[in-house]
């Protein structure tokens, strides 16, 4: 059974910078497209950032220019980089791993932006 774990998450000021780390085990990474997603109080979860297999990413309109989304295969290892925050970001962030036959989700990492 494939299992992540999210590391990275904290407090942070409007501005700042965070990045987000999840390690998958349990299977072979290299597989899987790789996506991060977050969810706010009250808000559906909404995706962030993905990167396939083959490395090709996509953004939410929201994040654009703002966050990058990095896979290194060696090291079983997806990031998601996080610059200039907003308030707006705050959220817990969820790592997700995915295959036709797989949908996997990590516990989740906090991330809070004071303005």
């Known amino acids: 059974q494939v299992q992540l774990v999210e590391s990275g998450g904290g407090l942070v000021q409007a501005g700042g910078s965070l990045r987000l780390s999840c390690v998958l085990s349990?299977?072979?990474?290299?597989?899987?497209?790789m996506g991060w997603y977050r969810q706010a109080p009250g808000k559906q979860r909404e995706l962030v950032a993905a990167?396939?297999?083959?490395?090709?990413?996509d953004y939410a309109d929201s994040v654009k220019d703002r966050f990058s989304v990095s896979r290194d295969n060696a090291k079983n290892t997806v990031h998601l980089q996080m610059n200039n925050l907003k308030p707006e970001d705050t959220a817990v962030y969820y790592c997700?791993?995915?295959?036709?036959?797989?949908?996997?989700w990590g516990q989740g990492t906090q991330v809070t932006v004071s303005s």
């Open positions: 997700n791993a995915r295959t036709s036959y797989t949908d996997a």
């Open positions: 349990r299977s072979i990474f290299s597989i899987y497209t």
């Open positions: 990167i396939s297999a083959g490395g090709y990413t």
